[in-house]
Structures are given as C-alpha cells and as structure tokens.
C-alpha cells in the first residue's frame, strides 16, 4: 500500500539528513506520515494495545439494603423487593418513601438531591396494581418485552423528554415494581430487576 511522508520544519533553515530517524529528536522538525500500522510495526507484530480492545467492565455497587429496609417495613402493605446490587460505579445515596399501597427508594448522587435534576440517578418502586407502560407518542424511543429471572416476563420502556428515562416493570401477585433509570441502558436494568427477583421477598 503507497503511503506520502513530508517534513515540516518551524526554523528559517533548510536541513537534508540521509536518515530522517535522527530528526525525530529535533524539536523544530515534525515528521507527518500516513504509513500503513504494518509497514511501521511489521505484519504479526502489532502492539498488544491495537491487537487487543477489550470493553471496559463496570464495577457494580452494593445496595444498602439492611438500612432501606426499616425505613419500609411495617409502613406499606407492599411486599419489599429489592436489589442487593445495581450497575453503577459511583457512590450513591438512597432515600425512602412509604405508603400502604406503594413505595419507592430513589437512588441519588448526592446526600441533599431530594429526588430532583442532575443528581438523580432514578428509582425502585413497588405498588399495589397498576399499569404497564404504553406508548407515548413522541415519547417512546423503545417498546418491548423482555425475559427475566424466574420466567418472569418484564416490560421495558424508553421514553425521552427533556431527557431520557429507561423503565423496566414486572408484576408478581397483583403488585407491580419498576426500576427506572435515567439515561438508562436495558441490559443494565436487566440486571437489577434479575437482582431483586431472585433477592426474594424481603
């Protein structure tokens, strides 16, 4: 494959060198090449950092669940499901709400965030009845069933606004629990809906 190479040079004075190598030390001469990544490394020898691109793993968080639970029980007749982890890196901080037909633990970034803006990373609910989400026109970017833990078939809606909010809601014995997430990936409230499921009754 043909490749052009020239040299730029940022003094007044013209300078021919038999092996342009040396040059690289100079700092008043840039070399600017469009080489072929095997003509400079060799075929079979490409460095291990452009052989090998491996996805990044995200770490996971602990969910507190010892100290949410209190704040929850005895205050709803909902029964508890929680996850014991979620897909994100970051330190979080969790508040809780109680009703007897509902409640909801929203997962915050901040310790003052009271549920509201950028600090808020989106929320846990259980509630007696309800709805599956339907499509919203100009709303829902994404519809679709999907399968978790236990055979149980979830329903997963992405909807975008001033931003987008992903949800994934399933129902066991006449009650529904949702995870919503902003800006949330699917296979990430997957995750978390699968953690609370297979968590159990808590």
């Known amino acids: 494959m043909p490749f052009s190479e020239k040299w730029e040079c940022f003094d007044t004075k013209e300078k021919t060198v038999n092996n342009k190598l040396l040059l690289l030390a100079s700092s008043a001469c840039v070399l600017t090449a469009l080489v072929p ?3 400079v490394f060799g075929a ?14 995200q770490a996971d968080a602990a969910v507190p669940v010892s100290e949410i639970l209190p704040k929850l029980k005895g205050k709803t007749q909902v029964p508890i499901f929680l996850p014991s982890r979620v897909t994100v890196a970051e330190k979080l901080f969790y508040q809780s709400q109680a009703k ?27 509630q007696k009845g309800g709805e599956f989400s339907t499509k919203m026109e100009g709303v829902t970017k994404t519809l679709k069933t999907v399968q978790l833990a236990g055979g149980v078939k979830g329903n997963f809606h992405n909807g975008c606004g001033a931003y987008c909010t992903a949800n994934l ?23 978390i809906a699968n953690s609370a499921i297979q968590a159990g009754k808590r």
Do not use: H
Request: proline residues 4%.
């Open 100 to 126: 007897p037909d509902s409640y909801t633990v929203s997962m915050e970034y901040t310790a003052d965030c009271k549920g509201a803006g950028a600090c808020t990373l989106g929320e846990i609910r259980g």
């Open 169 to 191: 809601e399933w129902k066991n014995q006449g009650f529904m629990y949702t995870v919503a997430i902003k800006n949330g990936q699917e296979a990430d409230l997957v995750k």
């Open 37 to 39: 990544v095997s003509r």
């Open 44 to 57: 079979g020898n490409l460095p291990q950092i452009l052989a090998e691109t491996k996805p990044v793993a």
